[in-house]
């Protein structure tokens, strides 16, 4: 009788490392950790971007700071989103993006000069940063006042939302 519940207990200790080192190692795969950070944040990703697709709305209301005037910088987030171009690209000075960018030593550095604005589905017009290399693609594609779906970064956030830098339009 003792032997039969040692045996068991033997058998049930054996089974509850053996899940437990199954889980340690399946918490190193990072195609795991991916499906469980989608699956908590209620996200999807697209298979052909590998970026996190967000609704531009709810990702404004999520990420907007309460206190006007202060900014919190994030590691660079690859997101995709859909709004409508309302403004081509426009030249403007850009000094806080690579700060934001040096801050989180991103390496090479990439040429942000320009300025667009986007209207989400709901209405809502934010500011986006654009990608050097991205401008001409987005000045001549003829874009501007359709729905389009764009990728980015968002590399800050501030009282009005996100800082998103536009890297292409899909």
């Known amino acids: 009788m003792k032997k039969a519940i040692l045996t068991g207990i033997l058998v049930i200790s054996?089974?509850?490392?053996?899940?437990?080192?199954?889980?340690?190692?399946?918490?190193?795969?990072?195609?795991?950790?991916?499906?469980?950070?989608?699956?908590?944040?209620?996200?999807?990703?697209?298979?052909?971007?590998?970026?996190?697709?967000?609704?531009?709305?709810?990702?404004?209301?999520?990420?907007?700071?309460?206190?006007?005037?202060t900014r919190e910088i994030v590691a660079p987030t690859a997101i995709a989103f859909k709004g409508t171009i309302k403004r081509e690209p426009e030249a403007i000075k850009t000094e806080y993006v690579y700060t934001a960018l040096t801050m989180m030593e991103v390496a090479p550095l990439p040429e942000?000069?320009?300025?667009?604005?986007?209207?989400?589905?709901?209405?809502?017009i934010l500011p986006v940063y654009v990608w050097d290399e991205a401008v001409a693609a987005l000045t001549e594609s003829g874009v501007t006042?359709?729905?389009?779906?764009?990728?980015?970064?968002?590399?800050?956030?501030?009282?009005?939302?996100?800082?998103?830098?536009?890297?292409?339009?899909?």
């Not at 697209?46 to 999520?62: A, H, I, M, S």
């Open 14 to 69: 054996f089974g509850i490392a053996g899940y437990t080192f199954y889980e340690s190692y399946r918490l190193q795969d990072p195609e795991y950790q991916r499906q469980q950070t989608i699956q908590r944040n209620g996200m999807l990703e697209t298979p052909l971007t590998g970026r996190t697709v967000v609704n531009l709305d709810r990702f404004v209301t999520e990420t907007k700071l309460r206190k006007e005037g």
């Open 112 to 124: 942000v000069n320009h300025r667009m604005f986007v209207e989400s589905e709901d209405g809502l």
């Open 145 to 170: 006042g359709e729905p389009v779906a764009l990728t980015g970064f968002h590399i800050y956030t501030y009282s009005k939302g996100p800082a998103i830098i536009v890297d292409a339009v899909i």
